[in-house]
């Protein structure tokens, strides 16, 4: 007959290898959920840096597209250019500028040079320098336009720019992008990106300035 012991020692035996083998599916389990965790934060981790990478090379591109822009300008106005009798910014007074359609331009104090009631567009141009098209440039006015009349032009019609507000826009063909009425400015200001004293400036909207607080 097999002694009592025997069996209690082949059960205590199977025992402990049944514990042991679960020990180490635990252990292995454990193991595959640290290293799956490790994986999601290094993935995480590298589309955080992939989204800030991107969002760098769009403020990059956006100040290639402008980096041509003639910041400054004489102060000479288009003819018929009429002036804005009580606008919002009288001249002389300071402004905050809220537009970064240029390097440097957004959130500089301004003063208004000048105000002017008129119409103004984006545009989009090849310039007649040659190089890649330029869409949606803001600000060119009604009266910077050749063909320009007394009633303002639509979105969609083609039209010849008579402003040199970058290099290659004077007498390029353009298309309208958008239009709206609205009193333009002519202001000074002081780049916050390079310290670069701006005199002239032409052209910033009335919803592209706010009050100084």
Known sequence: MISKKFVIGILTLFTVLFLAACTGANEEENTETESSTEENMDTESNNDEMDMEESDTNEDMEG???????????????????????????????????????????????????????????????????GEPVENHKWVIHEEVKEAGDEPFEPGTEVTLNADHMKGMDGATAVIDSAEE???????????????????HKWVTESELSPVE
């Open 64 to 130: 290639m597209e402008h980096s041509g822009m003639n910041h400054s300008s004489s102060g000479e106005v288009p003819e018929g250019l009429q002036e804005e009798e009580n606008p919002t910014y009288e001249v002389g007074s300071q402004a905050i500028i809220e537009s970064d359609h240029m390097l440097g331009m957004n959130g500089a104090e301004a003063t208004v040079i000048g105000a002017y009631d008129t119409t103004v567009y984006t545009v989009s141009y090849t310039p007649t320098t040659g």
């Open 182 to 200: 609205t009193t333009v400015y002519m202001v000074d200001f002081v780049a916050t990106d390079s310290g670069e004293e701006v005199k002239n």
